[in-house]
């Protein structure tokens, strides 16, 4: 573990993830990567962009004047991000670590049995999870990645490392005719049921995470609506809201609804944050004035997010 342990989260006391744990879109999208397999140049540039990315975090520090900072970073990419940060004694920033593979439509391990070996060797503040599903998707493969994700929640409990489970529900197609082909109608009215649904099947079958992330909800029924099923039965989980890569108007206004709900205690932004700012630095050729460049827009555009939080 960092220096981190004992420390939660709370509504008044919030985690305000730096999400980079990107791998294959990372590369697609940005580095021109084919079929997830760069080349060494690809790979060094990828490297030392997750660098600058935690440099513009670490940058954003003494500008924060509550709440804690953390980072979500894969070993694959991040692994230095990863050193730094539990290294940093003087403004720990929380650690979590991605352990499924990137770029499956169904949860799947990244080192399939390997992966408690990984977490162990790391200790992460939290094992991060990204989940798709839907109640309406295919039962039997929803039954076979509940199995999954169950023995991963038990095995992590097993060596005292929270789950942070990232949940997305994309709509069927019966789903968006529903809500007239219109995907802000199906966020606002359809997708709240939907997560909080999932929210109870993965309970049903013994999924217990210390922390959902949750893409936003437009109104405060609704995020309470989620974050009471979340917290079904006396459980003492949390919630943060995730990015989503949305703009910034649609995510502030996510992180206005969130910080009106006690049981969000944060959220995990990334591309919306950083995206511009590595792609604008790859751009110019890199050097150190546009790494400087780029860390002030990523600590900019951080503690803007941080601003909305508004318990």
């Given at each position: 573990?960092?220096?981190?342990?004992?420390?939660?989260?709370?509504?008044?006391?919030?985690?305000?993830?730096?999400?980079?744990?990107?791998?294959?879109?990372?590369?697609?999208?940005?580095?021109?990567?084919?079929?997830?397999?760069?080349?060494?140049?690809?790979?060094?540039?990828?490297?030392?962009?997750?660098?600058?990315?935690?440099?513009?975090?670490?940058?954003?520090?003494?500008?924060?004047?509550?709440?804690?900072?953390?980072?979500?970073?894969?070993e694959r990419y991040g692994q230095d991000v990863i050193d730094a940060a539990k290294a940093d004694g003087k403004q720990p920033v929380v650690l979590a670590i991605p352990v499924e593979a990137s770029g499956h439509d169904w949860f799947t391990l990244e080192w399939g049995d390997q992966c408690l070996g990984h977490v162990e060797a790391i200790r992460p503040d939290y094992a991060k999870v990204l989940v798709r599903d839907n109640p309406d998707f295919d039962p039997a493969e929803r039954e076979q990645?509940?199995?999954?994700?169950?023995?991963?929640?038990?095995?992590?409990?097993?060596?005292?490392?929270?789950?942070?489970?990232?949940?997305?529900?994309?709509?069927?197609?019966?789903?968006?005719?529903?809500?007239?082909?219109?995907?802000?109608?199906?966020?606002?009215?359809?997708?709240?049921?939907?997560?909080?649904?999932?929210?109870?099947?993965?309970?049903?079958?013994?999924?217990?995470?210390?922390?959902?992330?949750?893409?936003?909800?437009?109104?405060?029924?609704?995020?309470?609506?989620?974050?009471?099923?979340?917290?079904?039965?006396?459980?003492?989980?949390?919630?943060?809201?995730?990015?989503?890569?949305?703009?910034?108007?649609?995510?502030?206004?996510?992180?206005?609804?969130?910080?009106?709900?006690?049981?969000?205690?944060?959220?995990?932004?990334?591309?919306?944050?950083?995206?511009?700012?590595?792609?604008?630095?790859?751009?110019?050729?890199?050097?150190?004035?546009?790494?400087?460049?780029?860390?002030?827009?990523?600590?900019?555009?951080?503690?803007?997010?941080?601003?909305?939080?508004?318990?």
């Amino acid at each position: 573990m960092t220096d981190n342990s004992g420390w939660q989260p709370r509504h008044g006391d919030p985690l305000f993830i730096m999400a980079m744990d990107h791998r294959a879109s990372f590369g697609k999208t940005l580095f021109g990567v084919k079929d997830d397999d760069p080349d060494p140049d690809q790979l060094a540039a990828m490297k030392s962009a997750k660098r600058i990315i935690f440099e513009g975090l670490r940058a954003a520090l003494p500008a924060m004047t509550y709440g804690r900072a953390g980072v979500l970073v894969d070993e694959r990419y991040g692994q230095d991000v990863i050193d730094a940060a539990k290294a940093d004694g003087k403004q720990p920033v929380v650690l979590a670590i991605p352990v499924e593979a990137s770029g499956h439509d169904w949860f799947t391990l990244e080192w399939g049995d390997q992966c408690l070996g990984h977490v162990e060797a790391i200790r992460p503040d939290y094992a991060k999870v990204l989940v798709r599903d839907n109640p309406d998707f295919d039962p039997a493969e929803r039954e076979q990645q509940f199995a999954r994700l169950a023995r991963l929640s038990s095995a992590l409990r097993g060596i005292g490392v929270p789950l942070l489970y990232e949940l997305l529900v994309p709509a069927t197609g019966a789903q968006l005719d529903r809500a007239g082909h219109d995907t802000g109608a199906y966020d606002r009215d359809i997708r709240p049921g939907l997560v909080a649904r999932v929210i109870a099947d993965n309970q049903a079958h013994g999924v217990e995470p210390t922390l959902w992330k949750v893409e936003g909800l437009e109104t405060a029924e609704a995020a309470q609506q989620v974050a009471d099923q979340a917290r079904a039965g006396g459980r003492r989980a949390d919630l943060i809201v995730l990015g989503r890569d949305a703009p910034a108007e649609r995510l502030d206004h996510w992180l206005e609804v969130a910080s009106q709900v006690s049981a969000f205690v944060g959220f995990a932004i990334g591309r919306s944050i950083w995206e511009d700012a590595v792609r604008a630095y790859e751009a110019s050729g890199p050097d150190e004035a546009a790494a400087s460049t780029a860390r002030d827009q990523v600590a900019e555009r951080y503690l803007g997010f941080v601003a909305h939080w508004k318990p």
